[in-house]
């Protein structure tokens, strides 16, 4: 199975999109954000929590490419921000077990 980090490095998204969500990561709460997009009393993982925004933004994309009338691109920058600061979270997160870990 591929690792989620890897999932979300192979998106390829439309620049507008992505410089939009860059902008919108000053303002990301984890615990309010992903408590609204995942619908969730308590925020998951960061592992767990990609996984989920990876399928819900793979919908949209799917709806933006199909120009479906149900798209949001407010939705899927919002998807997108959670995704990124995600992301580089869990990055943080292995980074540091990295730098913690006993050499042998």
């Not at 954000?33 to 793979?58: F, T």
């Given at each position: 199975m591929e690792d989620v980090l890897t999932r979300v490095s192979r998106l390829e998204r439309p620049q507008i999109l992505v410089q939009t969500a860059r902008q919108g990561l000053t303002d990301y709460y984890r615990n309010r954000h992903l408590r609204r997009l995942l619908q969730a009393d308590v925020p998951p993982r960061a592992s767990d929590a990609l996984v989920r925004l990876l399928d819900m933004e793979a919908a949209l994309d799917f709806q933006r490419?199909?120009?479906r009338a149900a798209y949001s691109i407010a939705r899927h920058v919002e998807v997108l921000i959670a995704?990124?600061?995600?992301?580089?979270?869990?990055?943080?997160?292995?980074?540091?077990?990295?730098?913690?870990?006993?050499?042998?």
């Amino acid at each position: 199975m591929e690792d989620v980090l890897t999932r979300v490095s192979r998106l390829e998204r439309p620049q507008i999109l992505v410089q939009t969500a860059r902008q919108g990561l000053t303002d990301y709460y984890r615990n309010r954000h992903l408590r609204r997009l995942l619908q969730a009393d308590v925020p998951p993982r960061a592992s767990d929590a990609l996984v989920r925004l990876l399928d819900m933004e793979a919908a949209l994309d799917f709806q933006r490419r199909q120009d479906r009338a149900a798209y949001s691109i407010a939705r899927h920058v919002e998807v997108l921000i959670a995704l990124m600061a995600e992301a580089a979270s869990l990055r943080a997160t292995r980074k540091s077990r990295r730098r913690l870990e006993p050499l042998d």
